[in-house]
């Protein structure tokens, strides 16, 4: 009896540490989901005003750096785009690494391009659908986006790189 007392407790222990360990990533998952949504509203934001600053929250540097060449593309253009996400739709989340994270989307984007000289409507999209793997990494306890891939690939095989 003694013994299935003890079997108890040690199971009981090892549910307990268990629920801790996954609530813990449940809560993660939680706020990596957070993070892409507030980076796709940064992002749109920046686009608009021509400010990449506005990912500094939410994006590595590198990955700011990344939007910031092709936003400085548009200007050259002398365009501005204007993108507002229409729906989000999140796989599973996962932790490959430690302080790492990875989550695919599937996203539906309309786009405005605007000129800068003329505020008239150059061109525009709507229903634009993204499959999408943002990977994220812990800093200073704050999940940011540091790199996205688009998953959705072109007839020749390559992957096409998503501008929202």
Known sequence: MRRLGILIAVLAVA???GGCTGAEEVDAALQVRDVVR??????????AQQDMNLLNTVATEDQALTEFYQMAAL???RVRMIAELK???FGEVT???PETASVTTFELWDYVHE???TSETVASETGIEYRLRYDL????????VNAVTSLDETDSGEETSPTP
């Open 38 to 47: 507030a980076y796709n509203t940064a992002l749109a934001q920046a686009y």
């Open 87 to 89: 729906s989000i739709e």
């Open 15 to 17: 549910l307990f540490a």
């Open 95 to 97: 932790f490959p690494e």
């Open 75 to 77: 200007g050259e253009s």
């Open 137 to 144: 990494l812990l800093q200073e306890g704050q999940w940011m």
């Open 115 to 117: 000129s800068l000289d």
